[in-house]
């Protein structure tokens, strides 16, 4: 198998082209048998839905009523939402969501267009392409990065934003926020934008691009590639949502360019990770840096909410014996809700302040 760098300006990772619709008795009923599938917002219009920009309180005037001025969303608080056409509903929430798309193929259908807008958003807003970083086996492993990835060698910090497991995909946190919460909450948006700001180069990886079980091996092969020689220098912030934690830690104690990778961690923001800090206790310099002020953990707040127990967003958990074996002094504070999914988008201003505190 040969790993590579080679460019793709396409957004998409299947041929949309070649598909029909194979089920389409248990799709929506709109679909004709005969349809081929088109892409994009086509495709999504297709299946009886569309995307559309929702303004926030501050930004109901600047909205105009023709069609081209609503185009996009203004800030972050606005939101590009998902609505069934015909009834006009918002997707609000999985009980909306589950009267108009049910579960199973509708929903694998209609998620699987969704999340390739929100993909294709991230790409053209913050000009990012996807390159292939291995081929061979079970599929491509890509990642989006800058335009410019390949030809800059400079001392330029480096934003990786990593996804958990599931259905999400390179540059999308939650396919299920994409869905009921827009295309910016469900996306790596605003990180990615708050990295550009600060003048990061940013690649969000993908470790779903090998199945369900090959979330290790996507990882281990995109940071082998990112990191050949070359870089060496550049300082690297991490955010890591969920699994994406275990994935992390577990290359750094055995990739082929851990040893690039730790000396460069300015700082890591883990939300829910998976890993355990004991698998690092065999290297004194990946152990320390774990329980280190360059780490925090963002923690969802079910275990605060079904304990009666109490503590804001971004204030620091009072971690038990059970927390301190599995993560020993990892500051930890409560992410400000209760939803997996939604932590990245909630606790973003968290996250962001935490980082701050890292850039030299
Ligand atoms: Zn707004």
Redesign the pocket.
């Known amino acids: 198998m040969g790993c590579f760098l080679s460019s793709s300006s396409s957004a998409v990772n299947h041929d949309p082209e070649r598909e029909v619709y194979a089920d389409n008795e248990k799709g929506s009923s709109e679909i004709a048998p005969e349809l081929e599938r088109r892409s994009g917002a086509a495709g999504l219009l297709d299946m009886g839905f569309e995307y559309r920009p929702i ?2 309180e ?2 109901t005037d600047n909205f105009g009523s023709s069609r081209s001025d609503r185009s996009a969303a ?2 972050y ?2 939101a590009t939402r998902l609505f069934h056409v015909e009834s006009g509903t918002m997707i609000t929430d999985d009980a909306v969501r589950k009267k108009y798309i049910s579960d199973g193929s509708a929903f694998d259908d209609v998620s699987r267009v969704c999340q390739e807008l929100a993909q294709d958003r991230v790409r053209r807003e913050l000009s990012l392409k996807f390159v292939t970083l291995c081929d061979g086996g079970k599929g491509p492993v890509r990642a989006l990065v800058d335009d410019d990835w390949d030809v800059v060698s400079d001392r330029r910090p480096i934003f990786l934003f990593i996804t958990g497991r599931g259905k999400s995909r390179a540059g999308v946190v939650s396919v299920r926020e994409v869905l009921v919460s827009g295309i910016e909450r469900g996306s790596a948006l605003f990180h990615l934008r708050e990295a550009k700001r600060r003048g990061f180069s940013v690649a969000c990886l993908d470790p779903n691009a090998l199945g369900e079980n090959g979330g290790m091996a996507a990882l281990e092969r995109s940071l082998t590639a990112l990191f050949r020689p070359g870089r060496d220098n550049a300082p690297i912030y991490v955010l890591a949502h969920s699994a994406a934690g275990g994935f992390l830690v577990r290359y750094l104690v055995l990739g082929a360019t851990r040893g690039r990778i730790l000396p460069n961690l300015r700082a890591v923001a883990f939300t829910d990770s998976t890993h355990r800090l004991p698998w690092a206790r065999e290297d004194p310099a990946l152990f320390s840096f774990l329980q280190s002020p360059r780490c925090l953990y963002v923690r969802n707040d079910t275990a605060r909410e079904s304990s009666g127990g109490t503590g804001g967003p971004g204030e620091v958990v009072r971690s038990d014996v059970w927390w301190r074996s599995r993560f020993g002094e990892l500051r930890t504070v409560w992410a400000g809700t209760a939803s997996h999914s939604a932590m990245c988008w909630v606790a973003r201003e968290i996250i962001w302040n935490f980082f701050d505190q890292h850039i030299s």
Do not use: Q
Request: aromatic share 0%.
């Open positions: 303004p926030c501050k930004h203004i800030c608080e606005c």
